[in-house]
């Protein structure tokens, strides 16, 4: 069964920029979340979606926002992109949500400049 | 602030040694897993251990639970240099909110 994939895998832009992220959750899954991660804030969680609702938001600007389409495959866009947007963002999938494991991808890099 | 804090930050052991790592959580649980970081990459799953279990295994891992300290600590056992990585707790709250809130971390460099 094919994992987690995230694309692109590396991305580099500008302040003021938007970015917009893929992710493709394990056939079947139907809970997909996404996270940041820094050096300095470790892990943050962003949103969690599940059959295209959004079932919570973590404290973030609403410069982030997401979705999720009918197949489960959820895309997270950046609006407005600050210095400090530069992360490592990890989507993850998994049945039914944080109950369960979650698999996650390997990571978009983005870098803002 | 995030509900799970590692201890210690890093830890460096010889192959073959045993690691041990902490975590303790601030508000009740429905589960707490534990995930494994190599490098900056994904994360991959351990473990996890629902709040009414005490103890898992899963070949030289052993994670342990506490509720009553709102602690947890993974053991690895034999450790070899593949197991050089990040580790994290990440507890689900009993507030039911579809979030894994992380830990900080606990860096494990294994000296061959």
């Known amino acids: 069964k094919a994992g987690v994939t995230q694309t692109p895998r590396y991305l580099i832009k500008t302040r003021g920029q938007q970015v917009t992220l893929s992710c493709s959750p394990i056939s079947g899954h139907r809970s997909v979340s996404w996270y940041q991660q820094t050096p300095g804030q470790g892990l943050q969680f962003l949103f969690e979606?599940?059959?295209?609702?959004?079932?919570n938001k973590g404290n973030f600007p609403g410069r982030f926002s997401g979705r999720q389409f009918s197949n489960s495959r959820s895309e997270m866009n950046v609006s407005t992109l600050e210095l400090g947007d530069s992360a490592l963002y990890l989507c993850?999938?998994?049945?039914?949500?944080?109950?369960?494991?979650?698999?996650f991808g390997p990571g978009t890099r983005l870098l803002v400049l | 602030s995030q509900q799970g804090e590692e201890d210690p930050q890093a830890l460096s052991i010889q192959e073959g040694e045993n690691a041990t790592m902490n975590c303790s959580y601030k508000?009740?649980?429905?589960?707490l897993q534990w995930y494994r970081q190599n490098s900056g990459r994904g994360l991959v799953h351990l473990i996890l251990?629902?709040?009414?279990?005490r103890e898992k295994h899963s070949g030289r891992l052993r994670v342990t639970l506490d509720t009553s300290k709102k602690s947890s600590s993974l053991l690895i056992t034999a450790s070899r240099a593949a197991d050089t990585a990040s580790y994290f707790c990440?507890?689900?709250?009993?507030?039911?909110?579809?979030?894994?809130?992380f830990g900080a971390g606990t860096t494990v460099t294994v000296r061959a």
């Open positions: 508000t009740s649980i429905n589960n």
């Open positions: 993850a999938s998994s049945w039914g949500g944080a109950s369960e494991t979650q698999y």
């Open positions: 979606y599940f059959s295209e609702t959004q079932r």
């Open positions: 990440a507890t689900e709250t009993q507030a039911n909110d579809y979030k894994l809130s």
């Open positions: 251990i629902r709040s009414n279990e």
